[in-house]
């Protein structure tokens, strides 16, 4: 039996010319892909709009995309000044000796396919595009929106973790447990936890446990619950594998937790909340408002004639 699993896959899945065509792109596009046809189910089985998916569609990809960018840009892209070239900034007698390239050169925001998203940031782009989608459009509420959502972020923080994989970034510390992952595009010498294969595991059972709850159990009566449940399976165990996953930037080192536990604590907190207000209020039975009023607008032609 092998004491660990060498790892070398090469992350171009093809090249076009000079383009390369990466598998965490791809597996991107797959995640986003499956993602929607899940809620194209889901809506059709209340009997939502036609144009519902197609307006969820447009503002989630560019919410999730636009969020998961800014998010890792800001969160975790702080180094050395002097390691950047700079020199520390000094204000109101403190100094700083972290700098921010992406606050030097912020065009560098735009250059998405050097790599660089992050899943907090994404979460944050996701909640602004539901609170824009449900104001402008569906006027539903964004628990409404992230209860069905949600199912489908499994399937692509699925993929995205299969793309890190592939990638061979983003993965825990040594193990001398026999799936540890020797991770040899990288230099390593010593197996490592592949921390990406555990967390497409969590993103799995919170697949089958929000499918479940839906569709058996019809938790979306409760608004919030498939949500709180979500952010619950999702960022506490994040929060956990923290502890084993190697730290992403040199800053975190002397941190109490890293920037991912702090990050994913807000998620837990509200996710305990939606759980228990949901559980708290009776399941909501009523017709949704987008069954009745074409009804209404029908009684109100009636009595004008």
């Given at each position: ?92 007698g403190m100094t700083f000796n972290y700098r921010n390239p992406y606050i030097e050169h912020p065009l560098e925001l735009l250059k998405i396919w050097q790599g660089g998203l992050s899943s907090h940031g994404g979460a944050i782009g996701l909640i602004t ?65 592949p921390t990406q294969i555990y967390e497409m595991l969590y993103c799995i059972v919170a697949f089958i446990v929000t499918w479940l709850l839906y569709w058996k159990a019809k938790a979306y009566q409760r ?83």
């Open positions: 039996m092998l004491d660990f699993i060498t790892w070398n896959v090469d992350p171009v899945a093809f090249s076009i010319g000079s383009l390369q065509i990466r598998w965490y792109g791809i597996l991107w596009a797959v995640g986003i892909f499956g993602a929607y046809l899940i809620q194209v189910k889901l809506y059709k089985n209340e009997h939502c709009p036609d144009d519902w998916t197609d307006k969820l569609f447009t503002y989630m990809v560019l919410g999730v995309i636009i969020g998961a960018r800014l998010g890792h840009c800001w969160f975790y892209e702080w180094h050395e000044a002097a390691a950047l070239g700079l020199q520390p900034v000094h204000f109101l595009a539901a609170i824009i989608l449900s104001k402008k459009h569906f006027h539903t509420g964004i628990n409404w929106i992230f209860d069905r959502l949600v199912i489908g972020v499994c399937v692509t923080a699925t993929c995205i973790r299969f793309g890190n994989l592939m990638n061979s970034e983003i993965y825990g510390v040594p193990t001398d447990m026999p799936w540890g992952f020797l991770f040899v595009r990288n230099g390593d010498t010593l197996p490592c936890h608004h919030g619950l498939i949500f709180g449940v979500f952010l619950e399976i999702i960022f506490f165990t994040r929060f956990c594998l923290e502890f084993i996953k190697l730290d992403q930037e040199s800053f975190e080192q002397n941190m109490f937790l890293n920037m991912g536990q702090w990050l994913s604590l807000p998620f837990i907190i509200w996710g305990i909340y939606l759980i228990v207000n949901a559980l708290r209020l009776p399941p909501d039975t009523a017709t949704p408002v987008w069954l009745t009023a074409p009804q209404q607008n029908s009684k109100n032609k009636k009595e004008k004639k």
